[in-house]
C-alpha cells in the first residue's frame, strides 16, 4: 500500500501527538504511525490489580508551561499525591533507618543549596542553554559522584541528596550528569520545595491517558497503531517511510519522535549525522524501575528515602490512600525489581514502614520494553556538549521531537510537549513560508 500525505510523524508519544494536532490545526494534511496498540508511548494509564495507576510518566506542575497549558485547554483536573508532601520521612543514614525529625530539616535544606550552589551560574537561564554555554561545557564532564566528592556534606545531607538524585536521574550517581540534575534545580527556581512539588505532587485526576484521548481527538490527525517503521528515505519530494509491513507514505516532512535510545532502530537514508547515531548507540542512562506497592489498610502520608547502596528501594511515596488497601510509588535501580516475590519486597519496606503488610507490587519494565529500552532520559556525564544541539538539529526533510532532546524540561512530558509543538512549527514555517 502506497499513501500520499504532507506530514508523517513516526511515534505517538506526547511529542508525537502534539505535532500531529499542531500540523492538522495549520491545515496539513498528518498521518502518525505508531508501533505500539496504543497512543502515549512512555506515559500508559492503566488499571492493574484493581487500581488505576500511572505506570510511566505521571507528575506535571506549572513551572511546566506546556503541559500545565494543555490541562487548562482541555480543563483537566489534578490531584495530589499524599506522600509527596509526607507527614512523616523515613531516611535510611549510614545502615540505620529513623523518621526525619524537625530539627533536622535545616541540615536536610542545606544540603540542597550546597550540593546546587553553582545552578545558577550554570543555568542562569534554563530555557536558553547557549545564555552559559560555557559555563555548561565547564561542568559537562562532572557526574554526580563527582560533585558529591567535592563537598563536605553531612550524612543526612548526602542521603537526602544521593536517594533524590538517583530517582531524578534512575541511574547510580556516577552515570548521572551534574549538569542535568543543575538544569532541573534551576528549571525549578532554584527552590527545594517547588523541586519536590514538581517532581511528585500533581498528577492527572483520570490519568495522562485522558490528556493523550484529549489532543488526539482535537487533533483529528490520522492514525495507524500497530505500525512500525522500518526505513526513511529522503527524496528531493520529502521523505518515504516504510513500514515493517512494506507499506509506503509519501510525505513532505517526516517528525521523527523516536525514543533515544531507539534513534538506530529505523533505516535512514542518508544515515543520520554522526552525532544522532553516535548518541543513540551510546545510550540514555535513565534505567530503573517504578514499583507500586499495595499495602493493607492506610500507611498515611509517607515517604522513604535511601541511596542505592543502602537498600533497593531508593524511594517511596504513598500514591492512593484508602481504608482497606492503600498504594505507595516506589523507584528502585536494582536489576529485576519487578520480580522481586512480595515476601522480598516485604522486607525491605518493613525496614522503612515497620508493620506494613505488603499484598502485591506490579510495574512495567521500560527498559526491557523494546519501543522505549529506557525510562525517562538522562544524559550521561559529558554527552551535553556533543549532544544537546545535535539531537534536536533537522535533517534535511527530518525534524525531530523528543523529550529526551527537548531543551529546558528534557526527560519529562513537559518536554515531549514542548518539542512536539516547536517541530509543528517548523514544519508549518518552512512548507507555507
Ligand atoms: C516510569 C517512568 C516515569 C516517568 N515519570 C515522569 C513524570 O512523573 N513526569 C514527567 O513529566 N515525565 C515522566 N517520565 C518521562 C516521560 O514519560 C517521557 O519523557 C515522555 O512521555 C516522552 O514522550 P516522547 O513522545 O518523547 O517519547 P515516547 O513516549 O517514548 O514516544 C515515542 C513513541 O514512538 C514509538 N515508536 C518507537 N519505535 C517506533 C517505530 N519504529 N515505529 C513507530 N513508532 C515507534 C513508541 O512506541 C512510542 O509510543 C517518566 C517516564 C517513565 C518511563
Redesign the pocket.
Known amino acids: 500500500m502506497s499513501r500520499t500525505v504532507d506530514v508523517v510523524v513516526?511515534?505517538?508519544?506526547?511529542?508525537?501527538i502534539t505535532a500531529a494536532r499542531d500540523l492538522k490545526h495549520r491545515g496539513f494534511n498528518v498521518l502518525l504511525?505508531?508501533?505500539?496498540d496504543r497512543l502515549?508511548?512512555?506515559?500508559w494509564y492503566k488499571e492493574v490489580n484493581g487500581f488505576h495507576v500511572e505506570?510511566?510518566?505521571?507528575?506535571?506542575h506549572w513551572t511546566q508551561p506546556f503541559v500545565w497549558a494543555e490541562k487548562e485547554r482541555y480543563g483537566l483536573e489534578v490531584q495530589e499525591t499524599p506522600g509527596c508532601v509526607a507527614e512523616r520521612v523515613a531516611i535510611k543514614v549510614d545502615g540505620q533507618v529513623n523518621d526525619l525529625q524537625e530539627d533536622q530539616l535545616a541540615e536536610f535544606l542545606q544540603g540542597f543549596e550546597l550540593f546546587f550552589a553553582e545552578a545558577k551560574q550554570v543555568w542562569e537561564r534554563p530555557y536558553d542553554q547557549d545564555h552559559c554555554w560555557d559555563a555548561i561545557c565547564a561542568h559537562d564532564s562532572q557526574s554526580v559522584a563527582d560533585r558529591f566528592a567535592a563537598l563536605d556534606l553531612t550524612p543526612l545531607q548526602r542521603t537526602s541528596i544521593g536517594g533524590f538524585l538517583e530517582i531524578l536521574s534512575m541511574n547510580q550517581p556516577e552515570n548521572a550528569s551534574y549538569v542535568e540534575m543543575m538544569r532541573c534545580w534551576s528549571l525549578t527556581g532554584w527552590n527545594y520545595e517547588i523541586f519536590n512539588d514538581t517532581a511528585?505532587r500533581y498528577k492527572f485526576t483520570n490519568g495522562t491517558g485522558e490528556l493523550v484521548d484529549a489532543i488526539a481527538e482535537d487533533g483529528g490527525f490520522d492514525v495507524e497503531l500497530n505500525?512500525?517503521?522500518a526505513s526513511v528515505q529522503q527524496s528531493e519530494a520529502g521523505v518515504v517511510v516504510t513500514t515493517t509491513n512494506g507499506d509506503v507514505v509519501n510525505a513532505k516532512r517526516a517528525v521523527v519522535?523516536?525514543?533515544l535510545n531507539?534513534l538506530n532502530?529505523?533505516s535512514f537514508d542518508p544515515p543520520l549525522s554522526a552525532a544522532k547515531q553516535e548518541a543513540s548507540t551510546l545510550k540514555h542512562v535513565g534505567g530503573g524501575y517504578?514499583v507500586f506497592f499495595e499495602v493493607q489498610g492506610d500507611p498515611g502520608a509517607v515517604m522513604t528515602l535511601s541511596r542505592s547502596t543502602d537498600s533497593p528501594l531508593i524511594g517511596s511515596f504513598t500514591y492512593k490512600r484508602g481504608e482497606q488497601h492503600s498504594v505507595l510509588a516506589g523507584f528502585s535501580l536494582e536489576p529485576g525489581a519487578l520480580d522481586k516475590s512480595v515476601d522480598e519486597w516485604q522486607a525491605v519496606l518493613e525496614e522503612f514502614l515497620p508493620g506494613v503488610k505488603l499484598l502485591s507490587t506490579f510495574g512495567h519494565d521500560?527498559g526491557g520494553d523494546a519501543?522505549?529500552q529506557g525510562?525517562?532520559?538522562t544524559y550521561r556525564p559529558g554527552t551535553i556538549a556533543r549532544f544537546a544541539n545535535a539531537l534536536p538539529q533537522q535533517e534535511g526533510n527530518l525534524v525531530f521531537a523528543?523529550?529526551?532532546h527537548a531543551q529546558a524540561w528534557r526527560?519529562?512530558?513537559?518536554?515531549?510537549i514542548a518539542s512536539g509543538s516547536s517541530a509543528a512549527l517548523g514544519i508549518a514555517k518552512s512548507i507555507q513560508g
Not at 502515549?40 to 506515559?43: I, K, S, V
Open positions: 513516526i511515534g505517538g508519544g506526547f511529542a508525537g504511525l505508531e508501533a505500539r502515549g508511548g512512555r506515559t505506570l510511566g510518566g505521571t507528575w506535571i511528585a505500525t512500525s517503521v519522535t523516536l525514543p531507539l532502530s529505523v517504578k521500560w519501543l522505549s525510562s525517562w532520559c523528543s523529550g529526551d526527560g519529562f512530558i513537559e518536554g515531549a
